[in-house]
């Protein structure tokens, strides 16, 4: 749908509605971000970094950590790897970890 909204605009004015958008998007995850973590609800993080340097200073060439990084979730991984890292062995086990954990909850 926007790929056809933009045909219809002329060239010049393409950039600015995507730039725009982009704008619009990154607002709302800057809100998402804010937010805090329901107190009923237990959160976990796997964070994805590139390379062998310490994570608080690394990136997965997508995202800081610092940006990824969530202050009191019940447990946090990193992953070396980069920024899509769904599909890598650590990351699925401890998928797999969290699943089972919460499995044995009443």
Known sequence: MMRE????????????VMALAAGVVVSLLAAGCATPI????????????????????GNDGVV????????G?????????A??????PATIEEVRR???AHLKEP
Not at 73 to 81: C, D, N
């Open 64 to 71: 800081k950590y610092k940006s990824a990084h969530i202050d």
């Open 83 to 88: 920024h899509s890292t769904q599909a890598t």
């Open 98 to 100: 969290i699943l089972y």
């Open 5 to 16: 909204f933009l045909w219809h605009l002329p060239p010049a004015s393409r950039g600015r």
């Open 38 to 57: 329901a107190s009923a609800v237990e959160a976990h993080s796997i964070i994805a970094v590139r390379g062998d340097g310490p994570p608080e200073q």
């Open 73 to 81: 979730v019940a447990s946090e991984l990193i992953v070396r790897s």
